[in-house]
C-alpha cells in the first residue's frame, strides 16, 4: 500500500494499493484493444459530451478538488483554486480541438502522373498514450496529459507522481462519471520498476512525460522503435532587467514568479540579471517583499508559500544556499529552513557561476540576482546553461526588447512579465537539457494524432 502524505504536516491522507506488473500489462491489453478494434473508438460528437459533462462536474466540485490538491501537493489553497480553474479551462480547450482535428486537400493534376485524382488527408489518434505527471499541478498536468488525449479518441494510461496521486484519481473517477466508457482513461499508480515496463511497451505509440530530465532522457532512451514522445523538464529561468524597467510594476511579478509553489515549477524565476545601476534597489526592494511572505500550512487561505514536497528537498535547498553564500553570495533574506518541510523565500545577490543555484535547477524558494554592466555580456550569461525554456527582458524600450528576444536562447521569451507566465493554449515546452516536443492542449492533440493521406482516382 502507498501512504499520500501531507508534505507539510506528514499526516496519512490516504492508502492506496500499488499496482505490480500485472496491473501494467491488463492496462495495455485493454487500452490496445480498443484502439485497433475500430469498431470501439469515441465519435467525436460523444468525446466533445462526456468532457462537456467532465468540465461541469468539475466545477461543481471547485472546494473539494482545491482542498485535495492543496493537501497532498502543499499548493497554497490560493493557488490550488486558480490551478483547479485552469484545469477547468483546459478540459474546455480540449473540447474545443476536436472540431480543430482536420486534413487538408492535397492538390493533384499537376504531373501527367497525378491527372484523375483527388487527395487529401484526415486526423486520427497515433495510438495508445503512456502519460507520466508530475506533482507540482497534480490536477492541471493530469488534464494536459489526459484530456488531450481523449479529445484525440486515443486510450489514455496516465501514471501520477507517487507524491500526488489523489488528483490524478479524482478526475478519473469523475470522467467515468461523465460517461467516458472503461479503458479509455486508465490510472495506473507503481513504482518506477513497472513504469519503465509501461512507457517501454510496443503497445505505446505516445509517450508524455513532465519531471526530472534524468528520469526523461533515460525513458526515451528506452523506448519502443516507433514511439513518438513530448519530455517537459526543467530550466533555471533567466530574466534581462534593463535600467529603465518599471520597478514598480516588476518586484511583483519577480516575487509571484520566483516563489509561486515554493519555486517547485519548471519555468519558476531563478537567474535575475540586473543593470549595475539599479541592481542595489531592486534587490533591496525585492528582498523586503519576499521576506514579508507568509510561510506555512498550503490550506490555510492567508498562506502564500507552502512546503517542499520532500523533506529531502529542503535539505538540499539549505545546501545549495549555504554553499552559495560560502563561495561568495550575498545573503539578502531568507537562508534558513522554518521547519522539516519549509524554506524560507530567499534572495541571493551575485553567486559565483560555479555555485550550484548558478549553474542548475533550483527548484526551491531561491531566486538568484547579478549584477551585469553590458546586456550582451549578461545575455551571454543567461544563454551559458544547457537549460533552453522560458526566459524574460523587462525594458521601457521596444528596440531593446526585440533585440534580446532575438538573442535570448529560449522557447519562449516574455517581455515585461515573469518567467512563469502561461495560459493553457499557447505551446509551452523545453529544448535541450529542459526537453523534447511541444506543450500546451492544441499542441499535444495534434502530437497525439497522425496524418492520413487519401488519394482517389476516377475516371475522366
Given at each position: 500500500?502507498?501512504?499520500v502524505?501531507?508534505?507539510y504536516?506528514f ?9 505490480g506488473?500485472?496491473?501494467?500489462d ?7 484493444s480498443l ?5 470501439k ?12 459533462r467532465t468540465?461541469g462536474?468539475?466545477?461543481n466540485r471547485?472546494e473539494e ?27 474546455k ?10 486534413g487538408?486537400?492535397i492538390?493533384?493534376?499537376h504531373?501527367r ?6 487527395a487529401?488527408t484526415?486526423?486520427?489518434p497515433?495510438?495508445?498514450?503512456a ?8 490536477l492541471?498536468?493530469?488534464i494536459?496529459q489526459?484530456?488531450?488525449?481523449i479529445a484525440?479518441?486515443a ?9 500526488t496521486?489523489?488528483?490524478?484519481l479524482?478526475?478519473n473517477?469523475i ?15 507503481c ?13 505505446v505509440?505516445?509517450?508524455s512525460?513532465i ?10 532512451s528506452?523506448?519502443?522503435p516507433g ?7 526543467g530550466?533555471a529561468?533567466p530574466?534581462?532587467v534593463e535600467p ?39 534587490a533591496?526592494?525585492?528582498?523586503k ?26 535539505d ?5 544556499v ?6 561568495g ?13 519549509c ?6 545577490l ?7 543555484v ?6 526551491g ?7 551585469y554592466?553590458?546586456?550582451?555580456e549578461?545575455?551571454?550569461?543567461a544563454?551559458?546553461?544547457p ?28 517581455v515585461?512579465d515573469?518567467?512563469a ?18 506543450g500546451?492542449?492544441?499542441?499535444s492533440?495534434?502530437e ?13
Amino acid at each position: 500500500m502507498l501512504k499520500v502524505s501531507s508534505p507539510y504536516n506528514f499526516k496519512i491522507i490516504q492508502e492506496i494499493p500499488l499496482d505490480g506488473k500485472a496491473e501494467v500489462d491488463n492496462a495495455l491489453n485493454t487500452a490496445y484493444s480498443l484502439f485497433v478494434d475500430r469498431s470501439k473508438w469515441v465519435p467525436a460528437h460523444t468525446r466533445a459530451e462526456i468532457l462537456e459533462r467532465t468540465a461541469g462536474i468539475m466545477k461543481n466540485r471547485v472546494e473539494e478538488l482545491t482542498l485535495l490538491a492543496a493537501e497532498e501537493g502543499g499548493k497554497p489553497y490560493m493557488d490550488s483554486k486558480v490551478e483547479v480553474m485552469r484545469a477547468i479551462n483546459g478540459v474546455k480547450i480540449a473540447i474545443e480541438q476536436i472540431g480543430q482535428l482536420k486534413g487538408e486537400q492535397i492538390p493533384m493534376g499537376h504531373t501527367r502522373s497525378s491527372e484523375n485524382r483527388l487527395a487529401f488527408t484526415l486526423r486520427e489518434p497515433l495510438g495508445v498514450v503512456a502519460s507520466v505527471s508530475a506533482f507540482n499541478h497534480p490536477l492541471n498536468l493530469i488534464i494536459h496529459q489526459t484530456a488531450t488525449a481523449i479529445a484525440a479518441g486515443a486510450p489514455v494510461i496516465v501514471k501520477p507522481a507517487r507524491t500526488t496521486p489523489l488528483s490524478c484519481l479524482e478526475f478519473n473517477n469523475i470522467l467515468h462519471e461523465a460517461g467516458l466508457l472503461e479503458g479509455w482513461c486508465q490510472t495506473l499508480v507503481c513504482n518506477n520498476e513497472n513504469t519503465e515496463l509501461l512507457v517501454t511497451d510496443k503497445r505505446v505509440s505516445y509517450f508524455s512525460f513532465i519531471g526530472s530530465s534524468n528520469v526523461g532522457w533515460y525513458l526515451k532512451s528506452k523506448l519502443a522503435p516507433g514511439t513518438a514522445c513530448a519530455l517537459e523538464h526543467g530550466g533555471a529561468a533567466p530574466v534581462i532587467v534593463e535600467p529603465d524597467a518599471d520597478i514598480e510594476s516588476m518586484l511583483p511579478a519577480l516575487l509571484k514568479g520566483g516563489f509561486y509553489h515554493a519555486g517547485q515549477v519548471c519555468v519558476s524565476v531563478q537567474r535575475v540579471f540586473v543593470h549595475e545601476d539599479i541592481v542595489e534597489k531592486v534587490a533591496g526592494e525585492l528582498a523586503k517583499m519576499a521576506d514579508k511572505l507568509i510561510v506555512g500550512d498550503p490550506l490555510d487561505p492567508e498562506t502564500e508559500v507552502g512546503p517542499l514536497i520532500l523533506t529531502g528537498e529542503v535539505d538540499r535547498i539549505e545546501q545549495w544556499v549555504n554553499e552559495a553564500v560560502n563561495l561568495g553570495a550575498k545573503l539578502l533574506c531568507g537562508g534558513k529552513r522554518i521547519s522539516k518541510s519549509c524554506y524560507q523565500p530567499t534572495l541571493l545577490l551575485n553567486p559565483p557561476d560555479d555555485a550550484l543555484v548558478s549553474k542548475l535547477e533550483i527548484f526551491g524558494p531561491v531566486v538568484c540576482i547579478y549584477s551585469y554592466t553590458n546586456r550582451n555580456e549578461a545575455i551571454a550569461r543567461a544563454n551559458a546553461l544547457p537549460f533552453i525554456f522560458q526566459a524574460a527582458v523587462f525594458t521601457k524600450d521596444i528596440d531593446i526588447a526585440l533585440d534580446t528576444v532575438n538573442k535570448l536562447n529560449a522557447t519562449a521569451v516574455m517581455v515585461n512579465d515573469h518567467t512563469a507566465f502561461r495560459v493553457d493554449w499557447m505551446p509551452f515546452g523545453g529544448r535541450n537539457a529542459s526537453g523534447i516536443g511541444t506543450g500546451g492542449i492544441p499542441y499535444s492533440i495534434q502530437e497525439m494524432t497522425a496524418e492520413k493521406l487519401v488519394v482517389i482516382k476516377f475516371k475522366g
